[in-house]
């Protein structure tokens, strides 16, 4: 390794610290800038959330004041109620109430002095409604003020008859202090164009003079003579209470109750995956409020900048670092492609020689085998000549294709091909598609060759018989036929020649597989298997 590597690496490592601190300063201001954001999100959800309760007090804080108004005076009526109200102007200064109501008590079956009062307040005959209630006392609506034809609707209706609402005010009846209701449909949504749904927050007035009026008792409790009440519609009370700032809000839920099967009462936009959650307290009732600003790129605007920036810095010091690492890079390469041009020829040579090594082999061992068989030496040319040509045309047939693999149809067609066999005769030998690598091919044109050889000279090749080959797949195993009928005489297999234990022994090492001869009545059998590899080589 040259000196100035040292330098190189060290100065690699340099750049790489420096990136880092970048990143993690990038990655710490980042961090610091969303929690800063989310901080002051939740801050704007805390002031929500406090507006809302603030508002919910002061619609208390009115029903309290004619709550005082109908305690303080024997002749407090619809009159001074309306008055009181019209002086306050309730939906001007806190709107988001669907106006006041009385609610006042009666005894079952008899509602002549409620509707009397309903009389006298509106000057016309209204019933109370329902008739006939499964509750031994009522509270029939008897003022509801501003007075619009839509709240008319819901006068004489006897609120202690609906379950929801008389939970409520047995509630307040108790303690007395506010209570809500839960969700309901509100009486005078029976007049409405587009229904909401709404709830009611009531107060109890308890009875000063038991001898004044009609009141009602229950074990434990003080007599109450009537419960001053208003009812909300939610979605007209949320636009109340938030007004322009719903414009600012992406998702706004609001459940009433807590956890996440409370039911949804009021939804607004699509709420985000960053929603916060506050408190709202409805009387002495709790519900949930979760708001999503959608604010995603400006709560990542300022880390992204500073993201960017950073990251900007650490490339620009990776890039000038990397002029100088090319020069090594470069330098490395060239000595890198070098020295593996180096071991792929020493690879090559080895497989070459390796190769030239096995095919002297099998040469001296061809030319052994025939040298003994012969009778001569024109014989011996003969003979050597077309095992050679056999060997060199297995090779060959690798070579042209440029291929890897020879299929065994072409191994057979190419030997009897030779032997003079026309191109029809040579279409009825057929079989499957079997791919024999350089070792497979080389055995079995060998083995071909010798059948060949042997039939012309003795066999069904002659003149004098039938030859049939075929060959098929078994499970995994290949197997090629050769069969020789209708011949002079029975071939005497008894004894092996040289050649016939040389192409055996090929078949065995190189194949891996077996070979079988049987000769019976004038014909000769033979059948050769090894195991279906794809092609071995």
């Known amino acids: 390794m040259r000196p100035s590597t040292w330098a190189d690496r060290l100065l690699a490592l340099l750049v790489r610290f420096v990136g880092l601190v970048i990143l993690l300063a990038t990655l710490v201001a980042a961090a610091a800038s969303f929690l800063y954001n989310q901080a002051e999100e939740s801050d704007q959800a805390a002031r929500v959330a406090a507006q809302f309760n603030m508002r919910l007090r002061d619609h208390v804080a009115i029903l309290e004041g004619v709550r005082a108004l109908y ?15 019209a002086a306050l102007r309730p939906q001007v200064h806190s709107p988001g109430m669907e106006g006041i109501g009385i609610a006042a008590a009666m005894r079952a079956a008899t509602p002549a002095a409620v509707e009397a009062r309903l009389r ?76 909401q749904q709404g709830f009611l927050i009531y107060l109890p007035i308890y009875t000063r003079d038991p001898a004044r009026g009609t009141s009602a008792t229950a074990p434990g409790t003080r007599p109450v003579e009537a419960f001053v009440y208003a009812p909300f519609r939610i979605n007209d009370m949320m636009k109340a209470v938030l007004g322009p700032q719903l414009e600012h809000i992406d998702g706004l839920e609001i459940r009433a109750g807590a956890g996440p099967s409370a039911p949804v009462v009021f939804r607004h936009g699509t709420m985000g995956w960053d929603a916060h959650e506050q408190v709202l307290r409805i009387a002495d009732r709790q519900w949930t409020m979760r708001i999503s600003y959608g604010r995603f790129l400006e709560r990542l605007g300022r880390p992204l900048g500073i993201f960017l920036f950073g990251l900007a810095l650490a490339v620009l010091a990776t890039q000038l670092h990397r002029v100088q690492q090319r020069r090594v890079g470069a330098a490395q390469a060239l000595a890198d492609e070098q020295a593996l041009r180096a071991a792929d020829r020493e690879l090559m040579i080895g497989e070459m020689a390796h190769r030239m090594k096995n095919a002297f082999a099998r040469i001296g061992a061809l030319a052994r085998i025939t040298l003994r068989e012969s009778q001569s030496l024109d014989d011996f040319e003969s003979r050597f000549d077309g095992r050679m040509r056999a060997l060199s045309d297995a090779k060959q047939m690798l070579v042209t294709g440029a291929v890897d693999s020879v299929e065994l149809g072409r191994i057979v067609h190419r030997e009897l091909q030779l032997a003079g066999l026309p191109d029809d005769r040579l279409a009825t030998f057929t079989g499957p598609e079997v791919r024999l690598g350089d070792e497979g091919a080389q055995a079995l044109s060998l083995a071909i060759h010798e059948f060949v050889t042997n039939s012309i000279k003795y066999g069904a090749l002659s003149g004098a018989g039938d030859l049939a080959i075929a060959w098929h797949r078994i499970d995994d195993v290949i197997e090629l036929n050769w069969i020789e009928s209708g011949l002079a005489r029975t071939p005497q297999i008894d004894t092996e020649s040289f050649g016939t234990r040389f192409i055996r022994s090929l078949i065995e090492r190189q194949l891996k597989g077996s070979w079988n001869r049987t000769a019976v009545d004038n014909s000769l059998t033979i059948v050769i298997r090894w195991p279906d590899d794809d092609f071995r080589t």
């Open 120 to 195: 006298e307040n509106y000057g016309e005959d209204i019933r109370v409604w329902p008739a006939v209630t499964d509750q031994p006392v009522g509270f029939p609506v008897v003022l509801v003020e501003p007075y619009t034809p839509r709240r008319h609707v819901a006068l004489g209706f006897d609120m202690y008859s609906e379950p929801v609402r008389r939970a409520a005010m047995r509630r307040a009846w108790q303690t007395g202090r506010p209570a809500a209701s839960g969700i309901v449909e509100l009486a005078q949504e029976r007049a409405a164009t587009v229904r």
């Open 71 to 85: 305690q303080s005076s024997d002749a407090a009526d619809g009159t001074g109620i309306r008055a009181y109200l």
